[in-house]
C-alpha cells in the first residue's frame, strides 16, 4: 500500500489550502480513508474519515471549515480547509487500514500564520 499526499504549504490566518492523496495498491474504492494531523509536541489527531460508502466524519474543531472527498476514479481523496486558523498549523497525514495493518503518507505541513 502507498500514499502520497500532497497540497501543505504557508497560508495566512482565512485562508484555504487543500490537500490531495493518492492511493495506491488496493481496491481504494473499497477502503475509509483518514486524515489525520500532528502539531509540534501533540498526539496524532483525527482530522476527517470519508467511508467507502461516501460518509463522512469531521473533528468538532474542523467542522463547517474542512470538506473530505475522494475520487475512486482517480483513487485520491482530498482535503480542502477554509478559513483556516494559527491552531490548524500541523502536519497533516493520510491513512487507511489494510489487512488490519496502519498505511500513512509521508505528512504535507500545513502553516497557518496569524
Known amino acids: 500500500v502507498q500514499l502520497q499526499a500532497c497540497g501543505g504549504g504557508l497560508v495566512q490566518s482565512g485562508g484555504s489550502l487543500t490537500l490531495s492523496c493518492a492511493v495506491s495498491r488496493i481496491m481504494f474504492q473499497h477502503y475509509d480513508v483518514d486524515w489525520y494531523r500532528q502539531a509540534s509536541g501533540r498526539q496524532r489527531e483525527l482530522v476527517a474519515t470519508?467511508?467507502?460508502?461516501?460518509?463522512?466524519n469531521y473533528a468538532d474543531s474542523v467542522k463547517g471549515r474542512f470538506t473530505i472527498s475522494r475520487d475512486n476514479f482517480g483513487d485520491m481523496v482530498r482535503l480542502q480547509m477554509n478559513n483556516l486558523k494559527p491552531e490548524d498549523t500541523a502536519a497533516y497525514y493520510c491513512?487507511?487500514?489494510?489487512?488490519?495493518?496502519?498505511?500513512w503518507g509521508q505528512g504535507t505541513l500545513v502553516t497557518v500564520s496569524s
Open positions: 491513512h487507511v487500514i489494510h489487512r488490519e495493518q496502519n498505511y
Open positions: 470519508i467511508t467507502s460508502e461516501f460518509n463522512t
